[in-house]
């Protein structure tokens, strides 16, 4: 089963509870973003593989590590975007593969609009990132795209997740651990009334993380 890491940093429920607020504006909600997913991605990338290696220092050889993994981030078009400068900066030489996929207003089913995957991975390890684990669908579709692409090892970062959501990614695919920043309650049922508020969306959540980035709310 899926290991699924919700973290209980201070400064990352200091982050998202800004990044929650209504009033928050575009600029400070991508900054925020690009804040929590550098903390995020510690608890996500701990079990990196690294080797053994000699240093010199200006006084004498010590002993130090070198990364083995080759990572690729994988941010599903648009509301991924925002995590991948975090992480490049953290590990710059990580690859960048999009995957564009957006989901149908009425039957909450993600489509795919972008994908230029080459033949055979060239990373050993696959981060994909979206600020937002809803329905699942768009992270299972993700996965599914991955796997059949020949990736091997494959995390999902996001920072908000409903529990709707957590469980289809990690019933789906049980090899993929899940990191998020926090577990919300639910999603919001078919609207019953005009002013009632689409289905599937986070709740309490932070409206939506596409539109919220790019100000096209
Ligand atoms: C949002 C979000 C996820 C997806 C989550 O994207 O960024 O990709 O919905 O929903 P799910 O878990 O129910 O599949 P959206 O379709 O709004 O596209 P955007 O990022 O281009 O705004």
């Known amino acids: 089963m ?46 990196l593989v690294i080797e053994p290696i000699t240093v010199p220092t200006p006084l004498a050889d010590a002993k130090g590590y070198e990364l083995q993994d080759r990572i690729g981030l994988v941010p ?20 960048v593969w999009h995957i564009g996929l957006y989901r149908d207003e009425r039957t909450l089913q993600p489509v795919e609009y972008y994908n230029k995957l080459p033949i055979a991975p060239t990373v050993q390890v696959v981060l994909i990132l ?3 684990l809803a329905t699942g669908g768009s992270a299972v579709a993700t996965v599914d795209i991955l796997k ?11 920072i908000l997740g409903a529990p709707e959501g957590v469980k289809v990614l990690a019933e789906a695919h049980p090899d993929v651990d899940i990191y998020l920043a926090a577990l919300d309650e639910r ?9 009632d508020p689409p289905a599937g969306f986070i709740v309490p959540g932070l409206g939506d993380a596409g539109d919220r980035q790019f100000g096209t709310a």
């Open 2 to 47: 899926s290991q699924i890491h919700v973290t209980s940093h201070p400064l990352i429920r200091h982050k998202v509870s800004i990044l929650r607020n209504k009033d928050t504006t575009s600029l400070q909600f991508r900054e925020l973003v690009r804040e929590i997913t550098i903390l995020l991605a510690f608890e996500a990338t701990n079990d």
């Open 76 to 95: 599903i078009l648009r509301a991924g975007l925002g995590m991948v400068n975090g992480i490049w900066e953290l590990m710059p030489q990580a690859e």
């Open 130 to 132: 979206d600020p937002m």
């Open 148 to 158: 059949r692409w020949g990736a091997k090892r494959i995390k999902f970062m996001g």
């Open 187 to 195: 999603l919001t049922p078919e609207p019953e009334q005009p002013g």
